[in-house]
């Protein structure tokens, strides 16, 4: 009889217990994703933060928590995860009545692009461990990795004396409405300039100089495509970092600066027009981050015939290309000879050789690190 009574009284502490943590298991369980940084540099640290928290009395012995992420997220090889197509990883917690539980993981973001996870999978257990009892969450995490950042000891010198040329076209102008102060005169100084009653006082001859504005912008012309298959992928992604670094420099120094390319997001084409703001350049990198190389980039030529203008609005271009076919070099070679300001780089593998054509001083090649 006593045995039947114990057999009842577990019939009935199992039952309830199912019963509860069918209906309340998931109360008051937070569970949530997050990133340390939401925008970082190709190939720069990251951590991704883990946060379970039960807010309720009702234990929960096992809590597996399953999401995946991009394969090109690294974590530590003590981490474990399985990598396949993506970076799937299952943590196991036991959770005890109002307790938060807070892991981070360092990651390296190996690789540029915008990348999301939208959901995560909670698995319990009840009390004994019998049955399952599962919730598939809605978690929007992103991460933004802007192309990497190139040193600028490893830009070819003959890019920079292109860059200072480059920069020399785009004139300077004096705005004789903005003072900007007085200095020593200088040979070659306009006459005009000379500010008699200051060189009176000071007994040496003294000139007002003028805030300056730029009567041109630089456009810079991004093409993705390669001109064979051999590292396509990776030449692609160094002229994404090119443009980014010529979009950089070219703002730093005040110069307003546009960038087109022919690279597809799944939003449609990219392009970001002039300017030359303090947040003009990470909004570039942000864009450029976007671009989605599985996606079959958009003609070129037809880029250059949009954005390359011989009238008004005058510009400096910089077509950034290792696709260098009859197509696109006979629209360059014609815009030259109509004496547009054109440049046209060509990054390159530092074991490539470039066909003869291109080595006369009207292409501009940049080796890179591969």
């Not at 005009?192 to 630089?218: C, E, H, M, P």
Request: proline letters at 4%.
């Amino acid at each position: 009889m006593k045995l039947l009574i114990a057999f009842v009284i577990a019939v009935i502490v199992y039952s309830v217990q199912a019963f509860v943590y069918r209906k309340y298991w998931n109360r008051g369980l937070g569970a949530s994703m997050s990133f340390e940084r939401d925008v970082v540099y190709e190939g720069q640290g990251n951590r991704l933060v883990e946060v379970i928290e039960n807010r309720k009395k009702l234990p929960i012995p096992i809590l597996q928590v399953k999401f995946s992420i991009t394969r090109t997220f690294l974590f530590d090889e003590q981490s474990g995860g399985n990598v396949t197509d993506k970076y799937y990883r299952s943590e196991y917690f036991t959770v005890m009545p109002w307790q938060k539980i807070t892991r981070t993981y360092p990651i390296i973001c190996s690789k540029r692009g915008v990348y999301t996870t939208d959901s995560m999978d909670l698995i319990g257990v009840n009390f004994f461990l019998t049955e399952k009892l599962v919730e598939t969450r809605r978690e929007d995490v992103s991460v933004c990795v802007l192309p990497g950042r190139i040193r600028p000891v490893a830009v070819p010198d003959t890019v920079n004396t292109l860059l200072g040329e480059t920069e020399k076209n785009v004139k300077l102008n004096e705005d004789p409405f903005t003072f900007a102060g007085i200095r020593e005169y200088r040979p070659g100084d306009n006459i005009r300039s000379i500010n008699w009653k200051a060189t009176a006082r000071q007994g040496d001859l003294l000139v007002n100089t003028y805030n300056s504005t730029f009567s041109r912008r630089v456009v810079l012309l991004l093409n993705v495509e390669a001109n064979t298959l051999l590292h396509q992928e990776e030449l692609a992604e160094w002229a994404i970092r090119i443009a980014a670094h010529l979009a950089g420099r070219f703002i730093s120094a005040g110069i307003p600066t546009a960038v087109y390319t022919n690279g597809r997001s799944e939003g449609g084409s990219l392009s970001v027009d002039a300017g030359a703001d303090p947040g003009h350049t990470r909004t570039i990198e942000m864009t450029l981050a976007r671009i989605d190389l599985s996606l079959s980039p958009s003609s070129f030529t037809e880029l250059m015939e949009e954005r390359i203008t011989t009238g008004g609005h005058p510009a400096e271009y910089v077509i950034i290309s290792n696709y260098r076919k009859k197509d696109v070099t006979d629209r360059y070679e014609l815009l030259l000879s109509q004496g547009c300001g054109i440049h046209y780089v060509i990054p390159a593998m530092k074991r490539d050789t470039l066909e003869e054509a291109f080595d006369r001083g009207r292409y501009t090649r940049w080796d890179t690190e591969l």
